[in-house]
């Protein structure tokens, strides 16, 4: 399958609209990741700095109740499982590769709800340290995130050779990961009052 990354960065901007429609999001919440796309920059590279595209997923229990996070090695951070895009995946099967991939879990699905409305969850774009070994400076994840259900009882099997740890943990434990992303999944009902 071709790719095309001018087509890319259409469908971005349209995700970025869309997205900023149905949450109120303000558009200079997205400016870099905005001004990026109007410079033709070529987002979908990992090497594309000052920022680029990354997908993640936030798994989360039948009940809504527990949230599955992965100690990310290299940060040293408990986060949700996530990755660079990789092309030419779409944005939510990128966000469902990288969840399988991390976690081992192999029963994910997409929320109904993404499908429905092509939108993701959050967006956010955050930075990331420099790794001179790695010949990165410090840049821009602009992250696109969407909702994942894990069904009970299929084994983790984390890849240890980015992850740490993987658990379940509460899902309120997402307020200091992604306070943005916990307030929309709670307008959704995707997680429950008592869950907070």
């Not at 989360?60 to 527990?66: A, K, T």
């Not at 895009?85 to 192999?106: K, M, W």
């Not at 969850?121 to 990165?136: F, L, Q």
Request: aromatic residues 6%.
């Amino acid at each position: 399958m071709s790719f095309d990354p001018a087509s890319f960065r259409r469908h971005v901007l349209a995700v970025l609209d869309g997205h900023a429609a149905a949450f109120g999001v303000p558009e200079e919440r997205h400016e870099i990741l905005r001004g990026q796309i109007a410079r033709e920059d070529e987002i979908h590279s990992r090497r594309t700095f000052p920022g680029h595209v990354t997908t993640s997923a936030i798994v989360l229990d039948g009940r809504g109740r527990r949230t599955l996070l992965i100690r990310h090695r290299s940060l040293g951070r408990w986060l949700q499982p996530g990755g660079h895009y990789e092309p030419p995946d779409s944005l939510a099967g990128s966000a469902l590769r990288e969840a399988v991939e991390e976690t081992g879990l192999r029963n994910l699905r997409l929320d109904p709800w993404h499908r429905e409305t092509g939108l993701p969850v959050d967006i956010d774009s955050h930075r990331i340290p420099a790794r001179p070994e790695r010949d990165e400076p410090e840049h821009w994840h602009h992250d696109i995130r969407y909702v994942v259900r894990a069904e009970e009882g299929h084994e983790m099997r984390p890849d240890l050779a980015e992850v740490e740890q993987a658990e379940w943990r509460c899902v309120s434990d997402l307020g200091t990961i992604m306070p943005q992303a916990l307030e929309n999944m709670h307008k959704l009902g995707f997680i429950s009052t008592s869950s907070l």
